[in-house]
Structure formats: structure tokens, C-alpha cells
């Protein structure tokens, strides 16, 4: 039986692409959560509160978020 890999155990590669993934991602989250905030209801496709817990969602939510859930 495998054990689990750890964090530690990676290459340096493989913790740059994990810790670049992770930033990204969080970037993500903020800026669709900061866009909601901000963005007046009537501009927004659909409850606010439901957008917000879809962005909260890995890298599918924000961007679902930017691409269907703002009125131009």
C-alpha cells in the first residue's frame, strides 16, 4: 500500500507549481468575492449570496462568476 505524499517529500518543482496553483487560486477567489461586494445587485445575474458561494468553489466558481454572473 502506498503511503500519502507529503508537501515535503516534493520536488521543488512540484512545490512551485503547488504553491502557484494555491496563489492563484486564492487570487481568484478575492477579486470575483471583492467584485460581488462592490457590484450593485441589478448588475448581477442571479442572488449575490449564491454567486458567493459558488465563487468559493476551487477555480470553477470565480470564473464561472466573471464569465456568467456579471451584467455588462
Do not use: C
Not at 8 to 35: F, N, W, Y
Amino acid at each position: 500500500m502506498e503511503t500519502k505524499r507529503k508537501f515535503q517529500d516534493l520536488p521543488p518543482g512540484g512545490k512551485i507549481a503547488v504553491a502557484s496553483a494555491a496563489i492563484a487560486e486564492l487570487t481568484l477567489m478575492v477579486a470575483a468575492l471583492r467584485d460581488l461586494h462592490k457590484r450593485p445587485a441589478e448588475q448581477v445575474k442571479g442572488p449575490k449570496p449564491a454567486w458567493a458561494a459558488a465563487s468559493m468553489i476551487n477555480f470553477l466558481g470565480p470564473i464561472a462568476y466573471f464569465a456568467f454572473g456579471r451584467r455588462k
